[in-house]
Structure formats: structure tokens, C-alpha cells
């Protein structure tokens, strides 16, 4: 069974920018239609962003409009999280998920 797979996450100040990939592995596994949800610490888990099977549609909750960017990797099973100008409030465990699997989730931590 496939299994899908963040990593990336990290330290970082406010204004910087981490680029998580989400990977899928196993010959049967598409890591699309994906979507990205994070949760900080004492609080619920809150959709990011999206990207359609297709590719071609993407989606993005307000707080993080404009700095964040779900992109897809067309010679490889994986897709990307762009995140820009990264703030005191996006410290988060971040997951992606094609529906029926989960990934382990990643550690993004702003702080100065």
C-alpha cells in the first residue's frame, strides 16, 4: 500500500520561506488531488491549500493567500508547498493528503 510523505519542514525566521515536498510512494500511490492542512499546538487542525487531480486548479485558505503556493512536479509523483514571508502564526505541524492516506506530518517552526 502506498504511503504519501512530508519532509522539509524546519527552523526559520519571520519573512522566510521553507518548501516542503509531499511524496508519494508505492507504484499505485498519486499523491493528487492533494491538500495541505496544518495544527498548531492546542488547537484544530485547518485546511492550507489544494491542488486538483488535474494539476491545473489551485486553492488557498485566506492566511495564507499570496504566500503560500501548492505546486505540482510533472516528472515526479510529488507535489510542493511553497511558503513565502513566513509568520509567527504558521508554526504548525504541516500534513498532506490525497484523501485516503495521510502523511507523518512536518515541523514548521517561525520564530526569532
Known amino acids: 500500500q502506498g504511503e504519501l510523505v512530508e519532509s522539509g519542514g524546519g527552523l526559520v525566521q519571520p519573512g522566510g520561506l521553507l518548501s516542503p515536498p509531499c511524496v508519494a510512494s508505492?507504484?499505485?500511490?498519486?499523491?493528487?488531488?492533494m491538500r495541505w492542512y496544518r495544527q498548531a499546538p492546542g488547537k484544530e487542525r485547518e485546511w492550507v491549500a489544494s491542488?486538483?487531480?488535474?494539476?491545473?486548479?489551485?486553492y488557498y485558505s485566506d492566511s495564507v493567500k499570496g504566500r503560500f503556493t501548492i505546486s505540482a512536479d510533472n516528472g515526479r509523483n510529488e507535489a510542493y508547498l511553497q511558503m513565502n514571508n513566513l509568520q509567527l502564526e504558521d508554526t504548525a505541524m504541516y500534513y498532506c493528503?490525497?484523501?485516503?492516506?495521510w502523511g507523518q506530518g512536518t515541523q514548521v517552526t517561525v520564530s526569532s
Open positions: 493528503t490525497n484523501g485516503p492516506s
Open positions: 491542488i486538483t487531480n488535474s494539476r491545473e486548479k489551485t
Open positions: 508505492g507504484s499505485t500511490t498519486s499523491p493528487f488531488p
